[in-house]
């Protein structure tokens, strides 16, 4: 295994399909809704992309079954006159910069083999002050996209960004080979698996794409993580508590371990 | 040399054959059961893999001659009725990540070649604060072989959880290939050359290839290292015992060093 | 996309053509000085060399639109009798080693496509002590160049200097292409984006090429990075004074953190 | 430029060659070796080495030229019954693993095109408790060279021990081609540039090729560069001294940096 490689599941017939992707990286904005799509939606898996510059272990699968770390494309068919959708997700990108380029590169080979009209790759844009909800940020690879950022409440990056990995590289090359596209960041503190970024770009998703998707879930996990989250801080300021009672009132154990 | 490449022997004749796998790694649990299935088996050497992503060291062997790196494959003629074995151990793993992918690829080239019907990858499971008698988790690339370890004292790796390696990568790789295989774990402290952890896979990978084998020498291995690091740690509170003293009884060394 | 490749917009005819190349580095003095010519030259875009090596982002350009990271090929048409240039400009070089070299080669490529005769890379060289206008450095790759930097202010890099990057590569492998060329180096500090060393290098390139060359605009960007520096060196003393304060007049605020 | 390629400059008729080699490394033991022998002989060049693996930079020859890095293949030609030598030096090893055996993989191709019956490479073996005279290490490539060992005071280097890059790697891989070979190592503190430790294992390399060459420059080098050290360590000392002294009558600089 040498090359980044696509298996071929099913050849599947699609209309006028647009691109969606989501890959693992900050606050994991783009896993989140790439996964949150792919079970909405029923959507089916009918290509997987393998690479050797993926990290070099397997992961144990919800059926206890060992598989290579991938990326998975899936379709779903949508209704009469609007765009069929081919979505993306994975467990992870490429570990090497070179890689990062043949992944993206294999991908858009995709693209152009299933006619793909637009791309739409969704991230995470680190804001570690955040204390209201998520704004989105884009960036296109084609003017005409413009126009409708222009209508909606998005916030076009600023010149000289840079839009990191697989959501980035994907658009450039998809430019040079005249696809269009656009990426869709949504704040987030980062340091956490963040469904109420991902519910923000997947909102603004819905309207490029002209789908209908109920996004509550995603509320509902956003309120178990925040909760967990919450104990985890409670515990952590009683041991905390406890640490400095202890360090009060213990001898000083460095200067004994010598002497066992 | 710029591919890694395998160097051929010997084509042995081998009947339904089994691969087994232990290479360096987490308390080289995994090289030490290959290393001793391979002596108390006698097992012959027919083939040879090299590759440039191994360290960039050659190693001196026990007849005092400068080789390569390398990983070796061994084949076993059990009796009749039970499969033949193949055994591949080695000096090392590969140092890049690329490397991991090709190298387990071309080991599933030789699954391929001598039509192996079953892989076990042995390997090593950190756990810090082991106080009794080493677990074996275990992780397998095809629902098949849940049966086999349903009847064991083995415990099923989570999902979720990272397979590392060769140990893991190699599985992954077969699966694609329609080769079933299972990971054996033993469960090491890490820091040593766990003979316990590897005579505790040992154990299980008799069962699964029906094979008889005296495992008490792995005993001896254990005791034997045991009691040198119990001397290394006496050691050791000597030598803390001294620099304390020597610490309260000398001035500060470091004001005089620039004056000589 | 596997390779560093070239992608061609135009061809354009050109008579004894140099190569001028300033790509980032050390004080940005070669990219700096690379724009400038461009934007007062006016030259035309002819082609586009993008890598894998370089690093794994895309930018928004000034069009607020995402392209990967690229090196641009320009030329410019020169009055009768003097010779036609090619520039070199670029967001990046190669993060890897090889690359490094794979870059490097395919510029080469392009001199002997278009019968380079010679070629002028640009770049910094560090000074932290800094304090007069800066030197200019040079290092050649083939003795007829040493007449030309003897009647100049120039001084000749030494023995055994390392030339680090595309300034110092492309040179190397042009050379073993019979391709003669000269890399100008201006003293900078470093950290800052050099406009000063930019214009000290400039005037030994337009000596070189006979070419006329309004520089003063460059005088224009130093003093406004200056004054930039000035502000913010200030603001960091203000800063440091308001830390002292209130360092000294507040609670040790780390023994409440766990107490919340 | 994608590989590592040898660049032909004479084609020598040469009888049973033996190969030298001394590659930068610790305490540039082997450079300064195969410096020396080239410089003694009068040897001629005839092929040069590069790599888009030695570091990405240019050096500038005592020519006052830029050139690339590379590894240099020098010949010699011996008196009749006497061995013909091939000498290679070089500026760097190449700075990838994969690189390491690429590189070692095309010298033994020219150890085949030109028919050599016999490997040396030279190195530097770190003791920094280094007291008396340096001893000189061997590992081999082929059992047949043990006599040459214990004949002369050679040690042997331990089984299990490592040989680390060019010097180790190609006598591995010369050995896949049957191309025996000895690796000598001249003890060294490391941490400079031994001629001391040169010359402990040129005197062993005159014994194995039968060559007559006086030595007695290594030790000139060697007093230079002891004396020249002895001048940095006072130096130092001194700069110690004064050190010392502005720390006890100056106030605390640091304290006052932010109220400027």
Redesign the interface.
């Known amino acids: 295994?040498?090359k980044t490689f696509i298996?071929s599941i099913e050849d599947p017939v699609l209309k006028e399909p647009q691109l969606i992707v989501g890959l693992p990286g900050v606050g994991n904005v783009g896993k989140i809704a790439s996964d949150y799509l792919i079970n909405e939606l029923n959507a089916k898996r009918f290509a997987v992309l393998?690479s050797?510059?993926?990290?070099?272990?397997?992961?144990?699968?919800?059926?206890?079954?060992?598989?290579?770390l991938n990326n998975e494309f899936f379709y779903f068919i949508s209704e009469k006159k609007k765009p069929d959708l081919v979505i993306l997700k994975g467990d992870s990108q490429?570990?090497?910069?070179?890689?990062?380029?043949?992944v993206?590169?294999l991908i858009?080979d995709v693209c152009k083999k299933f006619n793909i009209k637009k791309i739409i790759t969704m991230g995470g844009y680190v804001n570690t002050n955040l204390d209201e909800d998520p704004k989105v940020f884009a960036?296109?690879?084609?003017?005409d996209l413009?126009a409708w950022i222009e209508k909606s409440s998005i916030i076009?990056?600023?010149?000289?960004?840079?839009?990191?990995?697989t959501a980035?590289?994907l658009?450039?090359?998809a430019?040079?080979n005249d696809i269009k596209?656009i990426?869709l960041l949504g704040e987030t503190p980062g340091f956490i698996s963040d469904a109420k970024a991902a519910k923000a770009i997947l909102k603004q998703v819905l309207a490029l794409t002209e789908l209908d998707l109920d996004l509550s879930k995603l509320d509902e996990m956003y309120q178990e993580l925040k909760e967990k989250l919450e104990r985890i801080e409670e515990i952590e300021?009683e041991k905390?508590?406890i640490?400095?009672l202890k360090e009060e009132f213990s001898p000083d154990v460095k200067d004994l371990?010598?002497?066992?």
Chains 1, 2, 3, 4 share one sequence.
């Open positions: 295994m040498k298996k393998y050797p510059h993926f990290p070099y272990h397997v992961t144990i699968s919800e059926e206890g079954i060992i598989r290579l490429s570990q090497t910069i070179s890689g990062q380029y043949e993206a590169g858009t960036a296109i690879n084609h003017p413009n076009k990056c600023e010149i000289g960004s840079p839009v990191v990995g980035g590289l658009l450039g090359i430019k040079l596209g990426c300021k905390g508590f640490k400095k371990s010598y002497l066992g």
